[in-house]
């Protein structure tokens, strides 16, 4: 194993220069673009001073800054530096030509940081009252789930879970598309079983959202209970396993010759009205 990966007692930190692509530390940061690198690594990348500043201040570990010569000096950036090092992580002064490597871009970012990726637990999940959660079934798209990850945390929900194969949260593009709210909205995962078992044990409801909805997604009480927003695969839909599991089967009426709407869309669309219903209860309307 080598530095890069090992996850053994904390290392004082320390500060590289890197200029050469065939550095194995560049090696084992370019091939965090495969999923199979980051689980094994059990880590990911976040470009950008304001991602990375953000994962810092919500207490995400981070094991790596890369920043390039040119963002040298710039305070913010030296500050996230003598963070990484005090908490044992290495920087890396890097030329623009590894970090637009590193990044697959011609005009990259100048800072990026690797973190530690962290999963919830779907058992340690309880909603409670007042709680709004997002149930995901198979999602493809990493800009969709990215969007949703992004909405979820606007509209206050409390998080993500992820049944059956899906995309990866923690994917270069997914991370790019929620904007920095991968640090600020937990995310779990599971398989349709266990969403399922889980659904029996705890006390709440679980919306499902499908286009034969029976009930109108406005006319639901959003209030009595917290509640699971259950949304479907983009191509086809929520399987009647999970759909049967539903408290509510709700519909997004539509006009027009779209037979659907875009899977993240009809996301923000659900979370932002039980997010009204929530607020009139606060405000004792
Ligand atoms: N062909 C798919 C189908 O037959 O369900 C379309 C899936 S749609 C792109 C992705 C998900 O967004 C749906 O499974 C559902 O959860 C939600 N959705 C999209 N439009 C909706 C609507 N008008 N009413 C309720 N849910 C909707």
Known sequence: MNEFHDRGPRRVGQVKEVTSLANPI???????????????????????LKLVI?????????????????????PLVEQMAAKTVASGGLVLEVSEKVISSITRRDNPQMVV???????????????????????????RDPGNLGTIIRTADA??????????????????????????????????HATAEEFTT??????????????????????????????????????????????READALARIPQQGRADSLNLAVATAVMLFEARRHLLSLSEGK
Do not use: C
């Not at 560049?26 to 950008?48: C, Q, V, Y």
């Not at 940081?113 to 999602?139: N, Q, Y």
């Not at 959202?209 to 191509?235: C, F, W």
């Open 26 to 48: 560049i090696k084992d940061i370019k091939a965090l673009t495969n999923k199979k690198s980051r689980e094994e690594s059990g880590t990911f990348m976040a470009e950008g």
């Open 155 to 188: 509209a206050g929900a409390s998080g993500v879970i992820l049944v059956g194969e899906t995309t990866d949260p923690f994917s270069l593009e997914t991370v790019r598309a929620t904007m920095g709210s991968v640090f600020a909205v937990p995310v779990a």
């Open 198 to 243: 889980w659904k029996k044990q705890a006390g709440f409801s679980v919306v499902a959202t499908h286009l034969a909805g029976s009930v109108d997604y406005r006319t639901i009480d959003y209030k009595k209970k917290p509640v699971v927003l259950l949304m479907g695969n983009e191509q086809s839909g929520l399987p009647e396993q999970l759909a």
């Open 113 to 139: 940081g690797i973190f530690e990726t962290r999963w919830i637990r779907l058992k340690d999940i309880r909603p409670k009252d007042g709680e709004t959660w997002v149930a995901l079934d198979r999602v």
């Open 54 to 74: 953000d994962a810092i201040e919500l207490g995400w570990t981070i094991r790596t800054l890369v920043y390039a010569k040119a963002a040298k000096g710039k």
